[in-house]
């Protein structure tokens, strides 16, 4: 079955340290996002990525990082520079070209102390 | 005005009721639509697209589209405590594309 699979479900850092979230996808899709969700805040977008070796920024990258080697992966770095990580992170996959819905994995919640 | 904007609810209705979401939106936004379903603690998960004026109906699902008030809406026919999640809804934006949302309305289904 396709899908996206982001992977760990649960991570947890201590303050200072960075980490890597893993986003993978089968569908084919070109384009993949990242979104981080805050309880009230709604989804806001941290990176996004169209074709292989290309991304921009969204609304809140400062403090994050990702790369776009293959289409079936982007990973988001959450880097120590990020003032305050704890979240619930999303990864989002769509066909580019039309206005095609996002497909969601299932996140990653990460929790830093 | 928010460009995508929901009441946050709660949003109560009883067992086998018709619940009414409603999502309105700017003149920014443009007639592309999606309402997704999140439980708590989970992803969103896509319910409806619509793309073009009037209803569109997938089950117990019915998504209306008004261009000329610039509302979009869900109606979800005999209500199950299981659709006891928060909507959102989302729209495209601007010459990039860019996908706006709402900030969601939770809906509580009481048996």
């Known amino acids: 079955d396709g899908g996206i699979t982001q992977s760990p479900k649960y991570l947890f850092r201590k303050e200072g340290q960075n980490v890597t979230l893993s986003c993978e996808q089968n569908l084919n899709h070109d384009a993949m996002y990242w979104y981080r969700q805050d309880p009230g805040q709604g989804l806001r977008l941290i990176y996004y990525s169209q074709i292989v070796n290309d991304f921009q920024k969204g609304d809140i990258a400062e403090g994050y990082s990702v790369s776009r080697e293959k289409k079936e992966s982007f990973p988001l770095t959450v880097t120590s520079a990020q003032k305050n990580p704890t979240a619930f992170y999303l990864c989002a996959s769509k066909m580019v070209g039309i206005d095609s819905p996002l497909h969601f994995g299932n996140g990653t919640r990460l929790t830093v102390t | 005005q928010k460009e995508v904007e929901q009441n946050s609810g709660p949003l109560s209705v009883p067992e086998g009721a018709i619940a009414s979401l409603n999502c309105t939106y700017s003149?920014?936004?443009?007639?592309?639509f999606f309402w997704y379903r999140q439980y708590s603690g989970k992803s969103p998960e896509l319910i409806m697209s619509?793309?073009s004026n009037g209803d569109k109906e997938d089950g117990r699902f019915t998504a209306q589209l008004n261009k000329a008030s610039q509302y979009v809406s869900l109606l979800i026919r005999d209500s199950q405590p299981s659709d006891s999640a928060t909507y959102l809804c989302a729209g495209y934006a601007g010459n990039n594309r860019k996908l706006i949302w709402g900030l969601g309305t939770s809906l509580a289904v009481n048996p």
């Open positions: 003149d920014r936004v443009s007639q592309s």
């Open positions: 619509i793309y």
